[in-house]
């Protein structure tokens, strides 16, 4: 696969040394990933990706340290390339452990982070409730001060690494103010009594998925991340750092996919020529690979701003991570195209790819809210 984006200004060596390390593990492990336990196979995955080392980048081990938002984009464009699941283990331990490592105590870092970052506990986060997903504000999952601690009830749902993971970083309401200023993030134990895994939730492109229950569900005042009322501002500062990472991990499905339709073309003989002799066929393959490079640029120019110092990236991130996947989903539907009834055939990379996509255009700011939160950038701006 081409690798020659990582010689564009965004880059430092440390990066394009980063990419190879993680790439040459990608194609040593991640020859084939068993999707029938998928239970068994994030375990798997995150303990490898531990033991490799690899899981460092995902949380700073020092407070003066910064999370490398070029690093995690790299490692999840090479996962995603690889093996889809692969990158979502990866992708959780640090967006479970974002809360942690951004905004927690020295005790709160010292008894989490060396465990996420060595692949010993597995890591959640739990926004979304039934009834409210891009409308974050409305959350009704409850925390109320009792003594010394706080006893949280309600429901969340769409809960990545639901059912396995050992920590679940919970935003929950304390209720300082109405809405937004009103919610609190706490760290709750996988085992903590109260917590219940309600449903599995299959999906089209299989991982550890849960509605998860709270029901009297207690914990201590130093599961507080943060002040209490500063739920949102946490979240969405989490957010803001590994957002543009879910356009890397779909710039990296949709590089595969180009991959495969190159090859594909190359092979394949149609009207008595290469496929890729058809000036249609071309066509299409000019528009995936212009695509797939104008997503890596929205990418890394994001990675680099925050990387750069930026307080905030949230326009940089949402352009990244709506033009990344919007475009990944097409790059991918040309490239079933292409492979004509090949590309439809269970487990055919370029049909796992199909599958792959599409939650990325829903999770973490559905397309329609990324546009929304581009819109307002762009009007305040016209407004000064
Ligand atoms: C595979 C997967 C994994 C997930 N993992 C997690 C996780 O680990 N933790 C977590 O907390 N959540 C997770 N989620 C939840 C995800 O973030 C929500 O599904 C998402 O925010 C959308 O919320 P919703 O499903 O309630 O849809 P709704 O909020 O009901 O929105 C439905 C659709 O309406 C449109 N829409 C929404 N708002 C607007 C608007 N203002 N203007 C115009 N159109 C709009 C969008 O197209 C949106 O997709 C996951 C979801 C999926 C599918």
């Not at 040593?28 to 995955?45: I, M, N, Y």
């Not at 109260?194 to 229950?213: C, D, M, Q, S």
């Not at 040309?334 to 055939?345: F, I, K, P, R, S």
Request: overall charge neutral.
């Amino acid at each position: 696969m081409t690798a020659s984006h990582l010689s564009w200004p965004f880059f430092e060596d440390r990066h394009r040394i980063w990419a190879e390390r993680i790439g040459a593990w990608a194609r040593e492990k991640l020859t084939h990933v068993d999707h029938g336990d998928v239970d068994a196979s994030c375990r798997e995955l995150v303990r490898e990706l531990g033991r490799a080392g690899l899981l460092q980048v995902t949380a700073p081990g020092d407070r003066n340290e910064k999370l490398d938002v070029r690093t995690l984009a790299l490692a999840r464009e090479t996962l995603a390339a690889h093996a889809g699941l692969a990158d979502f283990a990866f992708a959780m331990q640090g967006l479970g452990a974002g809360p942690i490592s951004l905004f927690g105590t020295d005790e709160q870092r010292g008894e989490w982070l060396p465990k996420t970052r060595s692949g010993e506990a597995i890591a959640a986060f739990a926004l979304s409730e039934p009834a409210s997903g891009s409308d974050v504000a409305s959350i009704s999952t409850t925390a109320r001060c009792d003594g010394s601690d706080y006893v949280l009830d309600g429901e969340k749902t769409w809960i990545s690494n639901g059912g396995i993971a050992d920590l679940y970083i919970v935003f929950a309401r304390t209720g300082e103010a109405p809405g937004s200023r009103g919610l609190s993030a706490f760290i709750v134990r996988g085992d903590n009594p109260g917590l219940r895994i309600a449903e599995r939730i299959p999906v089209i492109a299989p991982h550890p998925l849960a509605r998860i229950r709270f029901d009297d569900c207690r914990v201590p005042a130093s599961a507080l991340i943060g002040r209490a009322g500063e739920g949102f501002k946490i979240a969405m500062a989490t957010l803001d750092v590994f957002r543009t990472t879910v356009g890397a991990a779909a710039l990296g499905f949709a590089r595969r996919a180009l991959n495969e339709t190159l090859q594909r073309a190359a092979k394949r003989d149609l009207f008595g020529a290469p496929m890729s002799d058809l000036q249609m066929v071309q066509g299409h393959l000019a528009d995936m690979a212009l695509e797939v490079d104008a997503a890596a640029l929205l990418v890394y120019r994001a990675a680099w701003t925050k990387d750069m110092g930026a307080a905030r990236v949230t326009r940089e991130a949402a352009m990244a991570k709506l033009y990344a996947t919007e475009a990944a989903q097409r790059v991918i539907d040309t490239a079933v195209q292409l492979h004509g009834g090949a590309g439809v055939v269970s487990g055919h990379p370029v049909e796992t790819l199909y599958r792959e996509i599409r939650a990325l255009r829903i999770y973490e700011g559905a397309s329609d809210v990324q546009k929304i939160v581009i819109a307002r950038s762009v009007l305040s701006e016209a407004e000064r």
